[in-house]
Structure formats: C-alpha cells, structure tokens
C-alpha cells in the first residue's frame, strides 16, 4: 500500500513536470522576442514587436527620425546573449552593424534591451539607446563628409601633369545685401566673369537669405583676368579660396584629362547612393573614366546630435572613417611634347588634331586637338576619312601581290569606274602621268593609279593590310577611341574609293598614328595610354566599336600581325620618297633622322567643288605623328607645316 502511494505520487509529479516543460515550449519566449525586434530594427520597421509602453507607430516614427540622416542605409542587428533576471524579466544583446560604405570598414556596437512578459506576451522596452548605443531621448544621428585627397595624373616619367590648384570660387554673399541690391550686383558679376546674367540673378534671387551663390571657378594664378579690385567693387560679390584638380594651363590636353566638378543631379541619381549633392567627381575625361581610382574614399563622421537645436548643445562623435586618398593615375602623354602641339595648332580655325605614338613602346604621346574643335575629342573619337595617308595600306596590299617599288602602274588625268569619275589632285604634276613606278605613284599621290591597280586586291585583302597596320583594329587604352573602320567586303565604285582612302574607309588621327607607328616598328603596334602600373581597364569601360554599318575590319586586338620587317622597310623606302620628291619635301630639312611621310586629301560634303579635310602623317626616328586638319586644302599645304612645326619643335 505505501509503494503504491510513493508510486502515484512521483508519477503526479511527473506528469506535472512534463505539463509545464510543454506549458515552457509552446509559449513565447524572451529569446523569440528579441528575435523579432531584432529583425524588426534590421529593417527599420518593428511592427512585429509589442511594447511596454507607447504603440509600434510611435515607435516606428522615433526609430526613422533617429536615423534619416543614414537613409536608405538599414544596419544588420543580431541577437547575442539573453539573461533571465526572473521568470517574467528579461535581457538581450543586440549587436548592431552598418555597412556604411564600400570598405570593409563598418560601424559596430552593441546595445541591450529589457524584455518582459505579461498576458503570456513578451514586451519590449522602447528607448533610443537600444537602437543606437548611448543616444538620448532627445537626439538623433547626423552625418557629414570627409572628402578625400584626389590622386593626381602623372604624365611621361612621373611628371605631374594634374594636381590640387589654388582656384576662386567667385559668387554673391547674399548676408551683405538688401534686397533691392540683389539684381544689380548679380547682373555686374555675370557681366564681369562671363555668365549669364539672367540665369545667375534669378539663381541669386531664388536662393536663401543667408546664402553664397557662386558663379564661378577661376585659377588664382596669373592668368586669372579679373581683378581683386573689380571684384571689390561689386556689393556682395566674394571669392573663396579652394583647391581643384587643374592641368598646367586651362587648354591642357582638356578633353583627354576631363574635368572635376560638383556632380549632377542625373549623376546622383545613378550612383546608387556613392554621390551626394555637393560632392566633386570626375565629369569628364580621364577624370570620369577613372574616377573611382582617383577620387579614393571619402571619409564619414557619424554624430548624435540634438533632435532640436539649442544654444549649448554639442554634437557628439559616435563612429569616425578616415578618408582614404585616391590613387595617382599614370599615363604616356609627354607634357613638352602636349604643350607643343597645342601651340601649333592654337591659330588654326577648324577642327584639328596631332597624335604623336612612340613606335617602339606604342605610348600615346600627344592627344592635341586645337581650338576649333571646340571641345570635342577630335583626335580620339574622330571619324574621318584618310584619303591619301590610307595608301599606305593600299601599298602594303599591293606589295603583298607581287608589286615592287619598280612595279609600273598607270597614271592618268581620269579613270571611270562604273560610270563614276575619279580624278587627281588640280596641283598634280602632269610629268608623273603615264606609266610611273609604284615608288612615283606614292610619292605624287596619284589616284588614278592607285585606282587601276584594284583588281589586283580584293576589299578583304584590303582590309586585312590596314588591320596588319592596326587600323580597324581595337585596343583597350583606359578611355573611348575610334580605331577605324574599313568594310571587309566592296566592290566597283566603293572598292575603287576604298583603294585612295575615301567611300566607307573611316579612321580617327590616332588610328592614323597607330599606323604610321607601326610602319617605324616593323610590326603592329598596340597604342598605350595608360602607364604599365595603371593599365588595368576601367570597370564598365571598352573602346568604342568601328562607326556606321560597315562590317568591321579583320584582326581583332590579340591576333598576331602578318607585317613583316621586309615589308615595313619597302613602305618606309616609299614614304621617303614623299619627302624627297613628292607633296611633303617642306619636311626634307627638318632637324635630326630622316624624316619620312605621306600627304592626303579627303573630299566631304555635297558643295562644287566638294570641301576637303587635309592629312599627313610623319615618321622620323621613335616618333609617329599624324597631323589632321578638318577643313583645310591639300594635306601637304594645310597639314604639311604643322607638321613641320612640331617635329622642328620636338627636335628642340
């Protein structure tokens, strides 16, 4: 009788037990609480959760207050070690992390919430320190910018080509103006640097009371044409000291090199975040092709500061980034040579352009285009036809068939191909028509010679010869460039214009150094820009693909070159000539190795007579230039002493 009664009763206190340990699993617990408020903070939004006092709502609208200077960023929160104090009572960890940026650098803390249940129901104790360690009822986050040092563009051997300048930023103080006053001086300060007056009075009068309105950037250095004085003299105008990446001078390689600037709202838009109002980026050019390497990153200052300013009170530091400075940007221009052909070209009134690539590395030297262009990337993104300069690569076809620089051809005043006239040049010597050497051939430019040998080379042979030359041919140099382009497949007239470099035949005046270049190095060259330790392609960056319809040429960048150095030295035996006796004998004394060359005229546009953009191309030692003029007359009168200008100049 005992043993059984000591048997039900541990039995009842069993059952007991396993009714509560059920009772325990089922129901909430603190851990599935702070689970749920932890998920809830990640998101910014704690629906989930209940609260012991004040409603999800009010709490939602704190926690997105305390942390709009941080939007769209949401933090990472986890749950770390829960205590139980007593049986409705409780505490958790919760650890915080912000991805703040790009680096692997984060914003980490820790904060701990009470927990506590009533009805069976586990309920949060709501207070901003739990969202942010150490934030007070009354204060929110705040963020401000550190920006970083840009990294300059070095040129050739390490030569600082654009670096931090002192500049001015002009522009009105509205605070020492009335109102009355605000048009007449934004009006004398437009007139005075050069901006639209009514653009910039209604930007003044539509800003703040308090604000600085600038107008604009000018280098503090001798070239600055506006005075302290003048500026003195304008109510309200001010000029701020700053500090922008600046080339030597303002037309320095401006197109290649780009510019920094305050960044656009469609930049912002498409940064995803990375760009805020205010901040400075590449808009251009290298500077924006690259911005990523030269602009580093930014540093980040993370405050709690109050929800309502008052007298007295102080920001607080929570988390600090160090900037971290961009990184240089080496590439190939040489400065004296850039200098020089920007100065050969300053007077010419139309669109202008001279290249210049070593033959034996392949750098780019020189990226000029002259004022005419007016901005636009003439020499790089040019597409133009080569006329004369492109029988380089006719010859090079031709020679591949058997010719010779003894090879007659036939010269003559006209040839029709399939009802369509061509003709020479008006200044052709009528002593070289006839039969004539290839060598006469190339050094007079004769066209109708050229012309009559088309049968002896197929369009694809044609195409294959410029590819070889590395026309057509693409290379990734650290920014957009137009290589050329020459159909694959022509035939009557098109194949006959296609032979003295004119119907579909198109190239840029790098495309026509490249070739030149690789006419002195027996081989194709490939062109570089960037410097060896700065090569790496730019995220999202290609070349530019051939322009129009036409079907690109053969020999993609990575296929070997059939150029072989017999060749190269027969084309080399035929561009002496044009000095020696044919259109470009101006460059016979210039200074130094022996210079070699090839003229061109390419006709454009529907006026009677057509108008014509002039080439020439030069050779002399390890250096390759192609000069080009958009509208100008013969390339050996209009290109030919720009050309000799700068090779004299190069010659020192």
């Given amino acids: 009788m005992g ?113 506590s249940r009533t009805d069976d129901i586990w309920q949060v104790a709501w207070d901003p320190a739990v969202a942010v360690e150490g934030l007070a009822a009354s204060e929110v986050l705040a963020t401000s910018s550190v920006p970083a040092a840009r990294g300059d563009i070095l040129g050739a051997d390490g030569e600082v080509l654009v670096t931090d300048r002192p500049v001015l930023r002009i522009g009105i103080d509205k605070t020492q103006l009335e109102e009355d006053q605000l048009a007449g001086s934004a009006q004398g300060l437009a007139d005075l640097v050069g901006v639209n007056p009514a653009d910039f009075t209604t930007q003044v ?63 912002i838009e498409q940064s995803d975040g990375d760009l805020e109002a205010g901040d400075l ?29 008052a007298d007295g009170a102080e920001a607080r530091p929570l988390f600090e980034k160090d900037p971290v400075a961009g990184e240089p940007l080496g590439i190939t221009v040489d400065q004296t040579l850039q200098s020089l052909a920007e100065t050969v070209l300053e007077e010419e009134p139309s669109a202008s352009s001279i290249v210049a690539v070593r033959p034996s590395t ?25 006329g004369s300069t492109f029988k380089v690569a006719t010859s090079l ?33 009528a ?53 050329g382009s020459v159909p694959e497949a022509a035939d009557g007239t098109a194949h006959a214009a296609s032979m003295i470099g004119q119907g579909e035949v198109l190239v840029s005046p790098l495309a026509l150094a490249v070739m030149t270049a690789s006419v002195g190095a027996g081989e194709r060259v490939t062109p570089t820009l960037l410097a060896a330790d700065a090569a790496s392609e730019p995220a999202g960056n290609t070349a530019t693909k051939s322009a129009g319809d036409s079907d690109p040429s053969p020999s993609p960048a990575g296929t070997p070159s059939a150029l072989t150095v017999d060749e190269a030295g027969t084309l080399r035996t035929l561009m002496a000539a044009v000095v020696a006796e044919g259109g470009a004998t101006v460059l016979a004394d210039v200074p130094g190795e022996p210079v070699l060359a090839k003229t061109g005229t390419a006709e454009f546009g529907d006026e009677d007579p057509p108008r014509t953009h002039a080439w020439i191309v030069a050779l002399q030692g390890d250096l390759a230039v192609a000069v080009f003029v958009e509208e100008g007359d013969l390339g050996s009168t209009s290109g030919g002493p720009l050309m000799d200008a700068f090779l004299r100049g190069a010659a020192g």
Avoid: K
Avoid at 362 to 386: E, F, K, M, R
Avoid at 404 to 426: H, I, Y
Avoid at 433 to 447: K, M, V
Avoid at 455 to 479: C, K, P, R, Y
């Fill in 3 to 115: 043993n059984l009664r000591r048997t039900t009763s541990v039995a009842t206190i069993a059952a007991l037990a396993l009714a509560l340990t059920a009772c325990t699993d089922t129901g909430p617990t603190a851990e599935d609480a702070a689970a749920t408020f932890a998920e809830g903070l990640s998101a910014l939004d704690v629906t989930g959760s209940t609260f012991a006092t004040g409603s999800v709502a009010a709490v939602n609208e704190e926690l997105a207050a305390i942390t709009a200077a941080l939007d769209p960023l949401t933090p990472s929160v986890s749950v770390g070690e829960v205590q139980s104090v007593s049986e409705d009572q409780a505490t958790a960890q919760l650890n915080h992390v912000w991805d703040v940026d790009e680096s692997a650098e984060d914003w980490t803390y820790s904060t701990t919430v009470e927990l």
């Fill in 205 to 267: 009068e539509g800003a703040g009371q308090e604000a600085f309105v600038e107008a604009i950037v000018l280098r503090d250095d001798a070239s600055r044409t506006v005075t302290d004085d003048e500026l003195a003299a304008v109510p309200g105008a001010l000029a701020l000291p700053d500090e922008l990446a600046l080339a030597p001078t303002r037309t320095f390689a401006r197109e290649l090199l780009g510019s920094v600037g305050q960044a656009s709202a469609e930049m």
């Fill in 281 to 309: 980026t590449g808009l251009s050019g290298l500077q924006l092709q690259h911005n990523d390497q030269l602009a580093g990153s930014p540093g980040l200052t993370i405050t709690a500061t109050p929800a309502e300013p």
């Fill in 362 to 386: 392949g750098d780019i030297l020189t990226v000029a285009n002259g004022p005419g262009s007016a901005g636009l990337q003439t020499a790089l993104l040019g597409q133009y036809a080569p």
């Fill in 397 to 429: 076809a031709l020679l591949r068939e058997g010719f010779t620089p003894e090879s007659p051809t036939q010269c003559t005043e006209e040839l029709v191909v399939d009802g369509r006239s061509f003709n020479n040049a008006s200044t052709y010597p």
């Fill in 431 to 483: 002593a070289f028509l006839g039969e004539i050497p290839l060598l006469q051939t190339f050094a007079q430019s004769c066209n109708t010679g050229f012309i009559a040998t088309r049968d002896a080379v197929s369009q694809a042979e044609l195409a294959s010869a410029a590819a070889d030359l590395g026309v057509g041919v693409e290379a990734s140099i650290g920014i957009p460039a137009f290589f």
